[in-house]
């Protein structure tokens, strides 16, 4: 079955306007195709908490978040950079200001950050989800803040969809023998979301976007807890979604790459980066790939890290090196695991889906 997705502009069915190439005839008008710019002037940052540096500020407003840098709670569900920083790195642009942190509209021409912790395609936890995300965006383009033009020569990041799937595991679909229908329609209800999302940063003028797949499901801290941290899960559910939403989304990209004129979307492969680093983190200079460096320690925080007693003191236990560590705490990767990440996405083959390297894909296009 076709997904249809609506919002307060416009209702489209993905999969229809996907399999006919019709998108760019029917939701855009006057968009000239766009070849490569000389570089990108702002990154713009869609998605959940792997890319928030601090629209949602709930637990990463206390320490230990932020320990090594900036040196105190700002934001990020680490200790330091996430991939939203590294990103802004590589593309040697400024780190995008968090929406709900703009003071100015000068601010917003350097690059805004609209992700949100917790945040999915589905609404998954009531949280700024990505359709309304880029109605944020959509928002500052009406507004005269942004124009199509700087958007053209701009670059955005979009990461999100394991929330999606953890809430629906939670409630019950967390099976070795799922319903097979069900578990279809639900991934082709996220990736046709990110895909329609996509296609109306294409209609503001976004030309270079860099996508990436889900994170790995089954090795993330509270599946493999079980295991006290040795092995990833081998839950049929996790591994189907995982498997079939990166290959619907592998699809999606192709065909939008290939109908929407001037589109350049780059599709960095998440999963296998950290298949690598939690299966040969020693290569990589990491000593614990599976252990979390913040585990919290007393029901009811379970394993949360950054809560105090209320005393004041902490409720969680914390390594003496988290670069030593792949994953900070139980659901977010370390600095050290982002930057590594995102060195593999851009110097080495393989890295990205059906594509060139990273940094070969920024050379391509004048990104």
Sequence with gaps: MAAVFRNSKFSVN??????????AATMLVGLANISGVDGASAMYVFGDSYV???NFRDLSAFPPYGSIWPGY???????????????????????PTPYLRL?????????VNFARSGAGVTYAYGLTALVSQVDEIEALVEKHVLTKAHLRKSVALVNIGVNDYHVRNRRGAFQEHDKEQELHTT??????GIALSLVRL????????VVSNLALMACAPFVTEVTTFTSCSRNATLLTQTSLHNSLLQQRVKTLNRNLGGLHIILVDQTKAFEVLFHHGSEHGFENTMTPCCIGKAVPHGLVCGHNDTAGHPMYTLCEDPSKHV???????????WQTAVDLFAHVDGFTVGGPTLRAWMSKHGV
């Design 187 to 192: 991934i082709t209800t996220i990736v046709d």
């Design 52 to 54: 928030d540096t601090g």
């Design 202 to 209: 294409y209609g503001l003028g976004v030309r270079n976007i």
């Design 14 to 23: 993905v999969n229809l306007a996907l399999a006919y190439g019709t998108i």
């Design 73 to 95: 709670p700002a934001g990020r569900f680490n200790e330091g950079r996430n991939l939203a920083d590294c990103i802004a790195e590589l593309f040697d642009l400024p780190y």
């Design 327 to 337: 994953l900070f705490d139980t659901i977010h990767p370390s600095e050290a695991a």
């Design 103 to 111: 003071e100015n509209n000068s601010e917003a021409l350097r690059g």
